[in-house]
């Protein structure tokens, strides 16, 4: 198989695996015991959390460990929104539905949600998030790489918009740490969210980056773990993964960005230069570097990837945490986008482990499988794909 669906997840490194095995075998003491067992594995969580800290060039103490992305999101969210009940928060129209769906909670709470609208590449409006800031604006929360287009936002803007305002500001940077250099003491975000199985590390653990000074009630009670703000008994094990996962993103960032890059540039070109009827979706330029969305006219998204699958190639359409719902993509309808162009949507990710040869591959199956699919088209007497 070529695996081309790395926003979904990634293989996991193998020096992450052999960091994690002895806390799954040897060092499987609670962290929160005073006995040699649990004084390791304590230590193992704070070697972590600073090898997480690093990555994103914030204080360790400033690293939240969560369940995951989802986990994250609902906590930077509800975590603020607890503090001002009935207040405002604004957030974008193409957020990931660990976003969404707690701000449709947040509403039914006596909320007020703002939904900025995106241009046709993806990209918000400054000027329309500067007009809709207000006293009672409690938090903005904008990710940071659009999981589906690849988009990326401009977050240094956003992050100066509120902070003249003493507003706080999140970004769901899942799909972007570890694949973009962050600086969050740069950037002057206030909330980030991170998960380890975009990274090439474990499934199961995430973090959720805060800053010194802002102020957020936990959203789970019990032992008071993690400074009292998200209680229960550490992954001590994927903790360990994430933070090796970490280390190594930090320590192979700029080669691992050319490489995707290059990776990148060249599924675009060759796609769009030997198939017709394609049109790529998202930012041409400031897009994540392993992102490639595509649009094939003619064709259905979703029997190209079971076509693909076919032929050794996992890809998918989007968010793989929406597959069942069956709906249509709502980042691309904010984009514009026609249905016609949403269902012919296909989404192609790299990661650490793709080379030429699989792009050049994966391009030749493209081409036979578009072709198969439009020979069967209802859309066939519309275009001329010859």
Not at 79 to 95: D, L, M, N, R, Y
Not at 316 to 324: E, N, Y
């Amino acid at each position: 198989m070529i695996y081309l669906d790395n926003a979904a997840s990634t293989q996991i490194h193998e020096d992450v695996l052999e960091a994690m095995l002895p806390y799954l075998k040897e060092q499987y003491g609670n962290p929160s015991s005073i006995h040699r067992y649990g004084r390791l594995a304590n230590k193992a969580i704070e070697k972590a959390r600073k090898q997480i800290a690093m990555l994103i060039n914030a204080d360790p103490s400033e690293i939240l460990f969560t369940s995951g992305g989802t986990e994250s999101n609902n906590m930077a969210l509800y975590g603020i929104a607890k503090k001002k009940p009935h207040s405002q928060i604004i957030t974008s129209s193409i957020e990931h539905d660990a976003i969404l769906e707690p701000c449709k909670k947040l509403v039914r709470d006596g909320f007020d949600v703002i939904y900025l609208p995106v241009n046709n590449f993806g990209v918000i409006d400054l000027s329309v998030l500067k007009s809709s800031l207000s006293e009672k604006t409690c938090l903005v929360s904008i990710m940071f790489g659009n999981n589906e287009v690849g988009t990326i936002e401009p977050i240094a803007q956003i992050a100066q918009l509120c902070n003249e305002q003493n507003i706080p500001f999140h970004t769901d940077a899942i799909q972007a740490v570890g694949k973009i250099s962050i600086d969050v003491k740069k950037l002057g975000v206030d909330l980030l969210s991170m998960s380890s199985h975009k990274i090439n590390g474990p499934k199961g653990i995430g973090a959720l980056y805060i800053r010194k000074g802002i102020d957020i009630d936990p959203i789970i009670l019990g032992g008071g773990q993690e400074h009292g703000l998200r209680s229960g008994t550490e992954n001590v094990a994927n903790i360990v993964g994430f933070g090796k996962a970490c280390e190594l993103a930090a320590l192979h960032l700029d080669e691992n960005i050319d490489h995707m890059k290059k990776l990148r540039d060249s599924l675009i070109e060759k796609t769009i230069q030997e198939i017709h009827g394609v049109t790529l979706n998202g930012h041409t330029k400031n897009r994540l570097p392993n992102n490639v969305h595509f649009t094939f006219l003619g064709v259905a998204g979703e029997d190209l990837i079971i076509k693909l699958d076919e032929y050794g190639i996992a890809a998918s359409t989007g968010s793989a945490c929406s597959v069942h719902t069956q709906k249509a993509s709502h980042v691309l309808q904010a984009m514009g986008l026609s249905h016609e162009q949403i269902t012919g949507s296909l989404r192609l990710t790299l990661g650490l482990f793709n080379n030429d040869q699989q792009i050049d591959e994966t391009v030749n199956i493209l081409k036979k499988a578009t072709s198969e699919l439009r020979l069967v088209s209802p859309f066939k007497e519309k275009y001329s794909f010859n």
